[in-house]
């Protein structure tokens, strides 16, 4: 069954320094995305990515976060100067299209800590 | 305000023992409920999706239901395997996002 990966499952880094998520959605999908959950509280969104735009980001998503598209299989969120706050389970997700009827397959998450 | 709220937050059945997990939503413009499984560090699951006023969905021990205002995971004769927290979404109005509630934690004793 077609999956999405992430890497790294886990990343520890210095309060102020720059990470990269990355993700590898399923192959046909054509609309990304990235979720992020603190420990023991709600899955957020973040941001909606599709041809090679955004289409929509949450509050959360301030100018420290970026997405971007760098290739054809790869889908990466960059934190620019990482804060304590920032960390959590990070999720990509994929959908073949909006509003999927099959929902949006989720990877298993990149957890961030951030010292 | 679009919400999705969830009870109860935690629920510990014996193996065998039938109960059912409640979702209420208030999003405008309903373009669908999800209904998603997360296991311990783990990206949520896809489940169910379910669009109108008395539609069900079965997957082995599950079925998902939805009224106007609420849905319903009814879980059948589980085993301890069907432990984990189970998460309730829906699209926002503007589709290209989805809001979760806060699930509930099914613990399922042998």
């Known amino acids: 069954e077609p999956e999405v990966t992430q890497t790294p499952s886990h990343q520890v880094t210095q309060m102020g320094q720059e990470v990269i998520l990355r993700c590898v959605p399923i192959?046909?999908?054509?609309?990304f995305y990235w979720y992020r959950q603190i420990l023991g509280q709600k899955v957020e969104f973040l941001v909606s990515f599709y041809n090679n735009e955004i289409s929509e980001k949450s509050e959360i998503f301030d100018d420290q976060f970026s997405v971007e598209r760098p290739d054809g299989s790869n889908f990466t969120l960059k934190i620019r100067s990482t804060k304590l706050e920032d960390s959590a389970m990070y999720f990509c997700a994929s959908s073949e299209v909006i509003g999927d009827n099959y929902g949006y397959t989720f990877g298993s998450g990149t957890r961030l800590t951030v010292v | 305000e679009d919400q999705v709220t969830q009870s109860p937050e935690a629920l510990r059945l014996q193996e065998g023992e039938s109960s059912s997990l409640n979702c209420s939503y208030t999003v405008s413009g309903l373009r669908g409920l999800f209904w998603y499984r997360q296991d311990p560090g783990k990206g949520p699951e896809f489940l169910f999706t379910l669009y109108s006023a008395g539609e069900e969905k079965e997957k082995e021990r599950l079925k998902a239901t939805l009224t106007k205002k609420e849905s319903f995971l009814h879980i059948t004769a589980p085993k301890p395997e069907d432990s984990a927290t189970y998460l309730c979404a829906a699209p926002y109005s503007s589709a290209s996002k989805i809001i979760f509630g806060s699930g509930t934690r099914l613990s399922i004793r042998p």
């Open positions: 192959s046909n999908h054509l609309y």
